[in-house]
Nanobody, 116 residues
Framework: QVQLVESGGGLVQAGGSLTLSCAAS????????MNWYRQAPGKQRELVAQ???????TYGDSVKGRFTISRDNSKDTVYLQMNNLKLEDTAVYYC??????????WGQGTQVTVSS
């Protein structure tokens, strides 16, 4: 069974930093593209960052230069390093992977709250 578990969310002041982790329980983790999404109240879920099995990365425009996605294949874990956090970054952050069956698997989400 494929399972994703996020951790690392919390309350942080604007300008601060936070690192999220996503522990994946799945076969051949290293070959899959992994994604971080977020959803703020009243807003649509948006793609924040993506990392392929070949370690190519993609970022949403709103987080470029501030967030870094990475992976440790020996630990089957994806990370999201968030720097210079802004109030607009407040959201529930979700880890995601699309399986070969095209079924999306989501973590439970972790809350990130940025205060002024």
């Amino acid at each position: 069974q494929v399972q994703l578990v996020e951790s690392g969310g919390g309350l942080v002041q604007a300008g601060g930093s936070l690192t999220l982790s996503c522990a994946a329980s799945m076969v051949m983790f290293r070959h899959y593209t992994m994604n971080w999404y977020r959803q703020a109240p009243g807003k649509q879920r948006e793609l924040v960052a993506q990392i392929t099995g070949g370690n190519s990365t993609t970022y949403g425009d709103s987080v470029k230069g501030r967030f870094t996605i990475s992976r440790d294949n020996s630990k089957d874990t994806v990370y999201l390093q968030m720097n210079n956090l802004k109030l607009e970054d407040t959201a529930v952050y979700y880890c995601n992977v699309r399986l070969l069956t095209q079924r999306d698997v989501w973590g439970q989400g972790t809350q990130v709250t940025v205060s002024s």
